[in-house]
């Protein structure tokens, strides 16, 4: 083992060890099972009567916005409950960069009833992938975790290898949303372990969409009928 992965590996345990009995947050003792006390929980925003095609708040009642009415999205339904801003923004470049894997669950807890009361169900969790390169040395996908989570949760199995990126393309972030598509285009490859008709798509956050837009052409190419996109957060259009 590695002097890096060893090190990891004492990082995640010493999380676990430490984690409950003191609020991830601000550190205080929150009470009962919960990793976040009420205030810290407070502090996560939901999206307020999202739109069930792009996850932004709709301005009218019913389920689809009038953006998504002229200009639907390729995929069928998302789910990504909680607002990029705060402490959400906070707890998921944590997720996605210093390693703080116990984040995904306090994050998914936070974040579980829609996906609970969505029906039917998808049939498996597809997590959007990194380059094998950025995975070597990032150790871990959080997208993979989330789905691991969701999974638990759910019952509902994941399917790590499905999708694969097959280039390495530079981070979305920091880039313009044209930037974005182009960044991404044809980048990933499909080998599910059996055809599936019914998945849903697992990332972090929704930002563009250009990631998931990507996929979903893929996966419907490939014959998948129902593409959901789940992700813990929706950043909200400027
Ligand atoms: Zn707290
Ligand atoms: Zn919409």
């Not at 669950?105 to 990194?130: G, H, M, T, Y």
């Not at 979305?172 to 949303?177: E, T, V």
Request: charged residues 20%; hydrophobic residues 35%; positive net charge.
């Amino acid at each position: 083992m590695s002097g890096r992965r060893l090190h990891r590996g004492i990082v995640r345990i010493l999380e676990y060890l430490l984690a409950p009995g003191v609020c991830l947050g601000c550190g205080c003792d929150p009470g009962g099972h919960h990793s976040l006390c009420a205030s810290c929980r407070e502090l996560i925003k939901r999206v307020p009567n999202p739109c069930g095609y792009c996850g932004q708040p709709n301005p009218l009642t019913g389920l689809i916005c009038p953006a998504c009415r002229l200009n639907p999205p390729r995929w069928q339904k998302i789910i990504a409950p909680l607002q990029y801003r705060g402490l959400t923004r906070d707890y998921l470049l944590q997720l996605k960069y210093s390693e703080a894997l116990y984040l995904a669950k306090s994050l998914c807890q936070q974040a579980i009833d829609p996906f609970r009361q969505n029906w039917p169900r998808p049939e498996v969790l597809l997590p959007v992938p990194l380059h094998r390169a950025r995975l070597l040395e990032r150790g871990y996908n959080q997208a993979g975790e989330i789905a691991q989570v969701l999974s638990a949760e759910l019952g509902i199995p994941v399917d790590r290898r499905a999708l694969t990126r097959q280039r390495n393309t530079p981070v979305q972030s920091g880039l313009s949303a044209g930037q974005r598509v182009a960044n991404v285009h044809q980048a990933f490859a499909y080998a599910p372990r059996r055809d599936y008709r019914h998945v849903a798509v697992i990332d972090d956050i929704v930002t563009t969409g250009s990631t998931v837009t990507e996929i979903t052409g893929l996966l419907h190419r490939e014959g998948v009928e129902f593409v959901e996109v789940w992700a813990l957060a929706r950043a909200y259009r400027r």
